[in-house]
């Protein structure tokens, strides 16, 4: 079965600097990786996608993650961190198995931002 | 637009009531997918449903979950004689595919406390 790992539960930055959020997978095939925010009192808003192709992926508010196959990662970053991007972090591996589209997902990592 | 739209936002039970949750997807979208994020955990998948069809059940509990999609209406997610265990936030999310390449659009949550 799929699995995702996120080591951080808890990171803290300062406004400005950079940020690597990491998430370890374990999938027999191919994977679909995902990454969601989610901020307080609120849904799950998608960040980005990775099914294929260009191992650097781009998403919104200005994040990017990097696939790399032999390390089983799939790394969030942002160059610069703002205020607004203080929330929960969720990385997933989709599974269309079992006649329906699943996402398993990490338990999460908390980003903390200090102005 | 409007998104995926949950009600309630919030939502007490003792003990042994009853709890129904409402979903109501995206407008255009027929899959609807429901989550259960428990304290400190990530989202774990419960059920997959089209209109008026339960597709995969296969993350639900055996014993008293239930949910529907009926032809018209939300979906709703319905908890029999609710135990402490229960309280989590749920979430439900819709999608114009079952595919990996059509992302999910998640609703707020409902948070369930049983006391």
């Known amino acids: 079965a799929q699995s995702v790992t996120q080591p951080d539960i808890h990171i803290t930055v300062s406004e400005g600097a950079s940020l690597e959020l990491r998430c370890n997978y374990s999938?027999?095939?191919?994977?679909?990786l995902f990454w969601y925010v989610q901020s307080p009192g609120q849904g799950l808003q998608l960040l980005l996608k990775y099914f294929s192709g260009d191992t650097l992926v781009q998403g919104i508010k200005g994040f990017e993650a990097e696939f790399k196959r032999s390390q089983s990662s799939f790394n969030l970053r942002k160059p610069s961190v703002h205020w607004s991007d203080a929330a929960e972090y969720f990385c997933a591996v989709g599974n269309s198995g079992a006649g329906s589209y699943q996402l398993t997902f990490g338990k999460g990592t908390k980003l903390s931002v200090i102005p | 637009n409007a998104g995926v739209m949950q009600n309630p936002r919030h939502l007490v039970r003792r003990r042994g009531q009853e709890a129904r949750l409402r979903c109501s997807p995206m407008k255009g979208h027929s899959h609807v997918y429901w989550y259960r994020q428990l304290p400190e955990e990530g989202l774990k998948f419960m059920v997959y449903l089209q209109k008026e069809n339960i597709i995969d059940e296969s993350g639900m509990p055996k014993e008293r979950f239930s949910a529907e999609f009926p032809k018209e209406g939300p979906s709703i997610l319905r908890i029999q004689q609710v135990v402490r265990g229960d309280s989590a936030a749920y979430f439900c999310a819709s999608s114009p595919r079952d595919s990996l390449g059509s992302p999910l659009h998640f609703g707020n949550g409902t948070r369930l406390t049983v006391t």
């Open positions: 999938y027999g095939a191919t994977p679909y």
